[in-house]
């Protein structure tokens, strides 16, 4: 099982780019779906954004699409998330994944990071 390590985060203005980054380590990390997940306070964990193995496939929750790219590198074993044009209510902690397949459910995914607080502020 995949051991995942997130960097970056912290506090941004509206309308700042930045990027979040996570680091697996453990076999097979080519072969896994990775997955970015955010839980504000009093929130759900929700679905933000997951690229397929191969990078060839990738899926966006309909608030982040086109202001976020999810990227792997599987010669490096990391995955990133790029963020832009943040809004107040992209403050949460941001959680990297990774799963079996193709995925978008929190079930279905098998590891995690440690989280990341993004906070946006005015």
């Known amino acids: 099982q995949l051991q995942l390590v997130q960097s970056g985060g912290g506090l941004v203005q509206t309308g700042a780019s930045l990027t979040l980054s996570c680091e697996a380590s453990?076999?097979?990390?080519?072969?896994?779906?990775m997955g970015w997940f955010r839980q504000a306070p009093g929130k759900e964990r929700e679905f933000v954004a997951a690229i397929a193995w191969n990078g060839a496939s990738t899926r966006y929750a309909a608030d982040v699409r086109g202001r976020c790219t999810i990227s792997r590198d599987n010669t490096k074993n990391t995955t990133s998330l790029q963020m832009r044009s943040l809004k107040l209510e992209d403050t949460a902690v941001y959680y990297c994944a990774a799963s079996p397949g193709f995925a978008s459910h929190p079930k279905d995914f098998v590891s995690w990071g440690q989280g990341t607080q993004v906070t946006v502020s005015t």
């Open positions: 453990g076999p097979g990390f080519s072969t896994y779906g």
